[in-house]
């Protein structure tokens, strides 16, 4: 199993900046993606923003030269900067891994708990 432990959201106002953080722990043998995704009230969770373990990065149209994704392979972390935010990029922002817990298994996909950023106009 891996954990997923997320941490950096909050209130903030329009205009203004957060840094999510996840860390994955546990089962762990080699993780080929993290990304974010989030989840506004009453809508489906949609992609933000993922990264491979080459670098390749993939973001959502809707953040794109907004925030940036970033990872700490060494220590199984991956981050979002979060820039020029808007009162539409409140939601739900949950943490995704794709990783495999050893040489000899699939991979399988892990979702954090969550945490909620919220934009005030």
């Known amino acids: 199993q891996v954990q997923l432990a997320e941490s950096g959201g909050g209130l903030v106002q329009s205009g203004g900046s957060l840094r999510l953080s996840c860390a994955a722990s546990?089962?762990?043998?080699?993780?080929?993606?993290m990304g974010w995704y989030r989840q506004a009230p009453g809508k489906q969770r949609k992609l933000v923003a993922t990264?491979?373990?080459?670098?390749?990065?993939n973001y959502a149209d809707s953040v794109k030269g907004r925030f940036t994704i970033s990872r700490d392979n060494a220590k199984n972390t991956v981050f979002l900067q979060m820039n020029s935010l808007k009162p539409e990029d409140t939601a739900v922002y949950y943490c995704?891994?794709?990783?495999?817990?050893?040489?000899?298994?699939?991979?399988?996909?892990?979702w954090g708990q969550g945490t909620q950023v919220t934009v005030s106009s």
């Open positions: 546990g089962s762990i043998f080699s993780i080929y993606v």
């Open positions: 990264i491979t373990s080459s670098g390749s990065i």
């Open positions: 995704n891994v794709f990783s495999a817990p050893s040489a000899f298994r699939g991979p399988s996909t892990y």
